[in-house]
């Protein structure tokens, strides 16, 4: 069940947040849907780029698509890393 555009997973499934498993579950997906949502975010401003005209907006635009890479990058090492600590 879906509330306020977050996951409960108190629900029917039975997730039990004590269980060291469900919680690493969890935290997976909820990784994979931040770092999809940013993708999707960095996707739009990069379609927008060509119809902005001032050249310092375009260039302020074009950094943050730069860094949203970067953020995205960060967070598929961490969890990567995390994956293999286990």
């Keep these: ?10 629900d029917a499934d039975g997730w039990d947040g004590d269980d ?3 919680r690493a579950r969890f935290a997976h ?14 996707l739009g401003l990069q379609a ?4 902005i ?7 302020r635009v074009a ?3 730069v ?6 990058h960060e967070m598929r090492a961490t969890m990567t890393e995390l994956r293999a600590s286990r």
Excluded: N
């Design 1 to 10: 069940m879906e509330v306020g555009g977050v996951m409960d997973y108190h």
């Design 20 to 22: 060291p498993a469900a």
């Design 29 to 42: 997906e909820r990784h994979d849907d931040v770092i999809q949502r940013l993708y999707g975010v960095g």
């Design 48 to 51: 927008a780029l060509p119809r």
């Design 53 to 59: 005209l001032d050249p310092e907006t375009r260039e």
């Design 63 to 65: 950094q943050s698509v």
């Design 67 to 72: 860094a949203l890479d970067r953020v995205i």
